[in-house]
């Protein structure tokens, strides 16, 4: 199975900032990756997907690059509704493999 | 507008078998490229992909619980069906069903609807 390492796995952060978090595919996943966001007792939203494509409706602040087995996941700026828990996903092969998270809180 | 809804018991017993239901609309099984997906989430913890059911009925599993898991889909009835066996504390959790993402270009990133998630507690 790919491993997605995800780091760091938590980060405090003062609204305004900018925050970015990687995912190291322990093989080539091309550009299949998504980002996800959560927030406790809700299920995860889809942000990025195919690495570096915005969700529909997902603010502009978010964005997702790279390809192969580095990506990073940034929020230009962050925003109060923006603290939360954020997972990266590859699914080029089976089985899908989620990231172990990174959980941005209020510094 | 896509919506999926999971259902199923609330507490299940250790070495009993798990049974959860995923209904769903705004789309079909019957149509190409569809499918629906199981992750489940333990308290406190990371996602975890469970098992993934197209509309031609290709289906995929989690290597580490392929011999517990079976899942099926009844398109009549715009339902996924997943089942658990041989439960144990350690498989209490958050039990998601999602949409795949699909799209022209079949460009990857996983789920782009999911359900509310229903907790499962296994307790004896």
């Known amino acids: 199975a790919i491993q997605m390492t995800q780091s760091p796995s938590s980060l405090s952060a003062s609204v305004g900032d900018r925050v970015t978090i990687t995912c190291r595919a322990s093989q080539d996943v091309r550009n299949e990756v998504g980002w996800y966001q959560q927030k406790p007792g809700r299920a995860p939203k889809l942000l990025i997907y195919?690495?570096?494509t915005l969700q529909t409706g997902v603010p502009s602040r978010f964005s997702g690059s790279g390809s192969g087995t580095d990506f990073t996941f940034t929020i230009s700026s962050l925003q109060p509704e923006d603290f939360a828990t954020y997972y990266c996903?590859?699914?080029?092969?089976?089985?899908?493999?989620f990231g172990g998270g990174t959980k941005v809180d209020l510094k | 507008q896509i919506s999926l809804k999971e259902s199923g018991p609330a507490l299940v017993k250790p070495a009993q078998t798990l049974t959860l239901t995923c209904t769903f609309s705004g789309f079909s099984l019957t149509n190409t490229g569809m499918g629906v997906a199981w992750i489940r989430q333990p308290p406190g913890k990371a996602l975890e992909w469970l098992a993934l059911?197209?509309?031609?009925?290709?289906?995929h599993y989690s290597p580490s619980l392929e011999s517990r898991l079976t899942i099926t889909k009844d398109t009549s009835k715009n339902q996924v069906v997943l089942t658990m066996t041989d439960m144990h504390p350690v498989d209490t959790a958050t039990y998601y069903c999602?949409?795949?993402?699909?799209?022209?270009?079949?460009?990857?990133?996983?789920?782009?609807?999911w359900g509310q998630g229903t907790l499962v507690t296994v307790t004896s």
């Open positions: 996903l590859q699914d080029t092969n089976f089985p899908i493999t």
């Open positions: 059911i197209y509309w031609d009925d290709d289906k």
């Open positions: 195919a690495a570096s």
């Open positions: 999602a949409h795949p993402l699909h799209t022209i270009d079949g460009d990857g990133g996983g789920f782009d609807f």
